[in-house]
């Protein structure tokens, strides 16, 4: 790839913010080609790399009768081969290979999978079955992780995760193309890249470590004009997940500032839920003060009906000509990491957010139960209680997600504005948002270019989120 040089632009350039667009979206390109997710795979050759005779070397082939396999080095999708699996009789099937190794596993763990799959037409079916062993190798039960009456025809991944049953210690993975009796067409099913580990990748480095590069990080970037003795206090974005703050002055004017955490409960409507604040405070002086979290972040992709979000940037705003007091700038809303629902997914099956909850817990989430009926019902209770005893996959819709936006709608609750101001929330979904995201996702303080480059619109739009003005803005 070629290097781009981007000299230091002319305030406005759009020359030079097209060419840092474009290395941005590069540097997106070869992320997206780190095989970061096969770490801590119990699979192996999971891609179907490594034969012998033609034969993939840790997996046991078994065809049905008319069916036959090959290794496919025309359609794969991680190195250079895959493994195909050809049906001539829908009542009959194709084949299918089982790994060679008992792989180890534990009890009551929930394993992440993963693997890729097409057909050469459609309606053939095609499945990934996990089967468990005790600890005697003796044969105890099937998982089925996936199953299509009619397999994508080209090459598409699908993930998930399964629990092992408390009393696994092994599993075999069988792979399985043009499944007898499932489909209503013959053809060729080809697989690739077999992933199968634990749900949490620094599972491998400790029970007790977690791995920093495992953590998923990003920043909030708030920022406020006070005068002495008063003060902004900002929602916290990552709320519990936060992992610190730190604070600063942005102009040259003379004063003494404080900024800290506060930990209030906050209560609305009788929901009670627990928010996390911080707070800029002018000691003396009238100062332009920010402040950047570092907060793990877990529920992205976002959407209140309009299209996915870029940025959420709320601002409190009063006057004409438009004058800003304080500014909130991050990836995820006030109300995602605050409050009492937790939105946080452990791995995407299919594109959805999803996560392994407890049976009771789920039901509390999907509305089954409210804690009131668990403590004064005796069904409800026992219900309750039963359900907390099994595995169940949930998925993170977008209304679970923004379920505590009536909450805490924005982050400005706890602060004082100024005669006149109210909050405001910048267009989420215009394409201005999205290049600002780029430049966030670089490391940019984007609040600055809000501040000094950005045309605000005064007119609300017709979107749809929380209950504040949503206003256009743009590129001076």
Known sequence: MAIISITDPTVGDPTELQKFLDVLANQRTLDAGVDVASRG??????????????????????????????????????GAQAISFTSTSTANGGGYCESSDFLEVTGSEVYYWFAFRMASAANVSAQITARWYDSSQTFISSSTLFQDTSAPTSLTSTEGAVAAPSTARYVKLRVEGGVPGVGTATGTVTFDDIRFRLTEVQASIGASAVGQGELKTTTANYSANVGGGTYTAFTRTGGFYTLGC?????????GTYSAYPHNKERTNNNTTGYVSYYVLQAVSGTLDLAAQETYVQASPPYDHGDGVVGLYIFAVVSGNPMKIHS????????????GPTNVAAKYMK??????????????????IWTPDQIATDPVA??????????????????????????????????????????????????????????????????????YNHIKIGNQKLKRKGPPVDIVGMGWK
Not at 246 to 254: D, E, P, R, V
Not at 350 to 367: D, F, H, M, W, Y
């Open 41 to 78: 795979n119990l699979v192996v050759n999971g891609s179907f790399e490594s034969a012998s005779g033609g034969t993939p070397t840790g997996w046991t082939f078994t065809d049905y009768t008319g069916g036959s396999h090959a290794i496919d080095t025309t359609n794969h999708a991680h």
């Open 350 to 367: 299919n594109g959805v957010p999803c996560r392994i909850e407890k049976g009771g817990s789920a039901g509390l989430l999907q509305g």
């Open 246 to 254: 730190q604070a600063k002055i942005n102009s040259n004017a003379t």
């Open 327 to 338: 500014m909130y700038v991050a990836p995820e809303a006030p109300w995602h990491y605050n």
């Open 381 to 450: 209770r026992k219900e309750f209680l039963d359900a907390q005893k099994t595995n169940v996959e949930i998925e993170i819709t977008q209304e679970i997600k923004h379920r505590d936006m009536p909450l805490i709608p924005h982050p400005f609750q706890m602060s004082d504005y100024p005669p006149g101001a109210k909050v405001i929330m910048l267009d989420p979904v215009c394409d201005c948002n999205f290049e600002l995201l780029e430049m966030h996702d670089a490391g940019l303080d984007v609040s600055d270019f809000v």
